[in-house]
């Protein structure tokens, strides 16, 4: 599992001291770790969250009193959850290591070690998400063996399933062919009751080998034995299965008529051809597939998959006629043939789609392709007495480790495929994993780039979202949101703002949005329509100066008043950037502009923050408006802030508002603003009826 802000860590914190649990939350998140905390502070509240909550995690300090760690291993073995428990000490020594892994502690981190800690739950989570994704394998298991069982009971095909040569589950066609009114009459019965007694000698050592692991023969020819004693010629199929937990051998037992042998094999090379083309059919390629993946996973060999198509087919089937496609299609295939190496496997895989699959590298598979599309782009198809030209695209992937299972290699194949099409045809993309590094690299730089042209020429967009008094004032207020726009398509921040903190580009960006915001504001106040404005900033610029000096000039550039002007920032950034928002703070003060905290609340103790640094306004976490109605500890918490924040002067914010039922709670809640999409969605003008 990939952990890192698109994923949230619900983790629960024993600690007696608040500040540390804090410190801990704000490492985490300073880590690229989302998280969204727990404190309990008492057993009693412990063993309530544990019943009612869900948790990933639980961070337990050594040397707490409140809720001893003995008791919080009882509990959380009490609970039957598979919680991992994790103990933070000052100090390791060996006799504390062995004694918390003997009651189950899964890891041990010290205190004050932020990438000592970071790597033991990332450890710790990883193996988490794989045990339940093994649980939920497991259960989709249990689902598909039930539906197999059903299907076997139903199949006409004789089938049963036999461990240590006795019989422990038979189908309705294995007991009529037998000749047995139930599987009462079968169950514990050897395998070789039912053999002629000529062939009892080599079919009992086949079982031994079986028994002892070794790989099943395709198929088995013999003479059966029915209750009533007729014998009758047999072919039995034998494949690896477990039933019911324990493994076994499932027999498919098929009447044999009696063909000559090589009448038999061309019957067989006929069941696994494509009737119009010759080549393999899809069942036949994907068990050659099956195999390559497996040799592939296992290091033995590469091995690389080429999808092909004609490009825009449906165009050319009005020129030769929908009743002579099939002879295209053999002349598209002929002309594949005339190309592939004679080690390759090919095959017709959809109506109009061929599959290749051949061994070697990336080169390999690349050279191939290119060879084919020329071969399809320089060659005339004569067809029912007319003459068309067209060209093909190819999708591909190399096959490696990183995704060496069918599902996922034919997905990528077809995407690659997709992709190609979709950009006009006679194209070539190949997916290789060896390569996706460097791509990614690549993407990276070319988001770099594009940022800094974005600084450069104005590249980038203002839409703005309405913030809606709920305590009767008038004021216009705005929230500023900002877009790239890449080519006439508006890119949302969420898209590069990563890249961009990565990069050292959060205080130039924040810079021109600043910028350009006050330009608004003055233009509006020009036009007899002032503006406040709500403008997101980043720790990057507290502890530079730069930012000040842009909005002092601003400002008097264009005649705003600074209390217009109101900068939100994250929660947990200030608590960890706590001195440089101090200072940052005080800067603003001069200039008469407001600092604000937005996705409040998500900390341990917010309000703790706020002995620090006095915001004038709060904005509270969207987590907490999210199916308000049906959340009451939501609710809760919402009107615990907005009476705290009341009661310290302090504005409340709530954003994310999406329907009636969350808009009519707010407004009995104490918060004095809302803002969210049931009100009105962003865009770049500002067109909302305050009034």
């Known amino acids: ?38 404190r309990p502070l008492d057993l009693a509240e412990l063993t309530r969250m544990l019943a009612s909550q869900p948790m990933d995690l639980v961070l337990a300090a050594r040397k707490a009193t409140g809720v001893p760690l003995a008791q919080v291993l009882e509990q959380v073995d009490a609970s ?36 000592h800690l970071l790597n033991i739950i990332r450890r710790e989570w990883v193996d988490l998400d794989a045990r339940r994704a093994l649980r939920r394998l497991e259960g989709s298991l249990r689902e598909t063996e039930r539906r197999c069982d059903a299907l076997i009971a139903s199949s006409r095909d004789p089938i049963a399933y036999i461990h240590e040569g006795m019989h422990i589950r038979a189908n309705e066609a294995y007991l009529e062919m037998f000749g047995f009114e139930s599987f009462e009459d079968v169950e514990g019965l050897s395998l070789l009751d039912l053999v002629a007694p000529q062939y009892v000698a080599d079919f009992k050592q086949l079982l031994k080998q079986l028994g002892k692991g070794e790989a099943s023969p395709p198929r088995f020819e013999l003479e059966a034995r029915s209750l009533d004693g007729d014998s009758f010629p047999a072919t039995l199929e034998f494949t690896t299965a477990t039933y019911e937990g324990e493994s076994c051998v499932q027999v498919v037992f098929r009447r044999r008529e ?146 060496a299972s069918v599902g996922q290699v034919l997905a990528r194949a077809t995407e690659s495929l997709q992709t190609a099409v979709g950009l006009g045809g006679n194209r070539i993309e190949i997916f290789d994993p060896g390569a996706a590094d460097r791509a990614e690299e690549e993407r990276v730089q070319s ?24 305590q009767g004032d008038t004021t216009e207020v705005y929230e500023v949101l900002l877009r790239l726009d890449a080519n006439g398509e508006l890119v949302m921040p969420q898209a590069f703002m990563g890249i961009a903190e990565d990069n050292k580009l959060l205080d130039a960006i924040d810079r021109w949005v600043v910028s350009h915001a006050i330009q608004v504001m003055g233009e509006r106040k020009r036009s007899g329509k002032p503006v406040r404005l709500l403008v997101k900033v980043n720790p990057a610029s507290f502890a530079d100066g730069r930012l000040l000096e842009v909005i002092a000039q601003q400002l008097a550039a264009h005649d705003v008043a600074g209390d217009c002007l109101w900068l939100e920032t994250a929660e947990a950034k200030v608590f960890t950037h706590l001195r440089q928002a101090q200072a940052f703070q005080a800067g603003l003060q001069r200039l008469g502009c407001k600092l604000g905290l937005e996705q409040f609340g998500a900390g341990l103790d917010s309000f703790q923050l706020l002995a620090h640094v006095q915001p004038a306004f709060l904005k509270i976490d969207r987590v907490f408006t999210q199916e308000l109605s049906k959340t009451p500890e939501h609710q809760t918490k919402i009107r615990e802030i907005a009476e705290r924040a009341q009661e310290q002067g302090i504005i409340t914010i709530a954003e994310h508002v999406q329907d009636a039922g969350t808009m009519s709670f707010l407004f009995t809640s104490a918060v004095d603003y809302v803002e969210g999409n049931f009100l009105a969605t962003s865009g770049p003008v500002m067109n909302y009826d305050f009034g």
């Open 1 to 38: 599992m990939q952990i890192g802000k698109e994923t949230t860590l619900r983790l629960t914190l024993i600690d007696d001291s608040g500040e540390e649990a804090e410190a801990i939350v704000s490492a985490l998140r300073n880590g690229g770790i989302a998280v969204r905390p727990l």
């Open 80 to 115: 039957g959850k598979d919680i991992p428990v994790i103990v933070i000490s000052d100090t390791l020594g060996e006799a504390e290591i062995i004694d918390d892994l003997a009651h189950g502690v899964r890891g041990q981190a010290l205190r004050g070690r932020d990438e």
């Open 258 to 403: 009696e063909l000559d042998p090589e009448l038999a094999r061309e019957v067989e090379e006929l069941r696994q051809r494509d009737m119009v083309t010759g080549l393999l059919n899809r069942p036949a390629f994907l068990r050659e597939l099956e195999a390559a993946v497996s040799k592939v996973a296992q290091g033995d060999q590469q091995y690389g998959l080429l999808l092909l198509e004609p490009d825009h087919f449906q165009r050319l089937l009005p020129e030769i006629g929908i009743s002579h496609a099939d002879e295209l299609i053999a002349a598209m295939a002929a002309r594949i043939r005339e190309r592939v190496p004679a080690d390759a496997s090919v095959a017709r895989f959809g109506e109009r789609t061929f599959a290749i699959l051949l061994a070697g590298n990336h080169a390999n598979t690349a050279s191939l392709s290119e060879k084919l599309q020329a071969a399809f782009a320089s060659h005339v198809f004569n067809v029912a007495n007319r003459s068309v030209s067209f060209t093909a695209s190819s999708g591909g992937v190399q096959i490696g480790e990183r995704i």
């Open 447 to 470: 988001w770099v780039q594009q940022l800094q042209a974005a600084l450069a020429n104005d590249g980038f967009v203002l839409h703005y979202q309405p913030v809606v008094s709920l």
